[in-house]
């Protein structure tokens, strides 16, 4: 069983930077695929990055690509996304999701909400222009 928790979503100017977090409580932290995804208001799910907390490979979706990065604390066994210069069409519910990995590094259908066994309850970012 794995238990998601994000936090950190508030609300931003454009132009504005800000990290949310994922709280990924699992026995076996280091053997799974955690992702990104957000959710704005009348639209699809849509992924945005992952991470294999297993060695730290990470994968971007074009969405946002070249505005954010994600890494993960170890230690903390949280995941972060860090998003740069928002945009009012970057406000969402951005969630977390988690699957266990059979193999090293995410799969290919990593950007497939269907993928993810697990999920958190999600964090809304709003961005103002």
């Known amino acids: 069983q794995v238990r998601l928790m994000e936090s950190g979503g508030r609300s931003v100017q454009a132009g504005e930077s800000l990290r949310v977090s994922c709280g990924v409580a699992?026995?076996?932290?280091?053997?799974?695929?955690v992702g990104w995804f957000r959710q704005a208001p009348g639209e699809e799910r849509e992924a945005v990055a992952a991470?294999?907390?297993?060695?730290?490979?990470?994968y971007f979706a074009d969405s946002m690509k070249g505005r954010i990065a994600i890494f993960q604390d170890v230690d903390m066994r949280t995941v972060y996304l860090g998003l740069r210069n928002l945009q009012p069409v970057d406000t969402a519910m951005y969630y977390c999701?988690?699957?266990?990995?059979?193999?090293?590094?995410?799969?290919?259908?990593?950007?497939?909400?269907?993928?993810?066994?697990?999920w958190g309850q999600g964090t809304q970012v709003t961005v103002s222009a």
């Open positions: 999701a988690a699957m266990p990995a059979a193999f090293p590094g995410c799969p290919t259908t990593w950007v497939s909400r269907r993928e993810y066994e697990f």
């Open positions: 699992v026995a076996s932290y280091r053997s799974h695929c």
């Open positions: 991470i294999y907390t297993g060695d730290d490979s990470t």
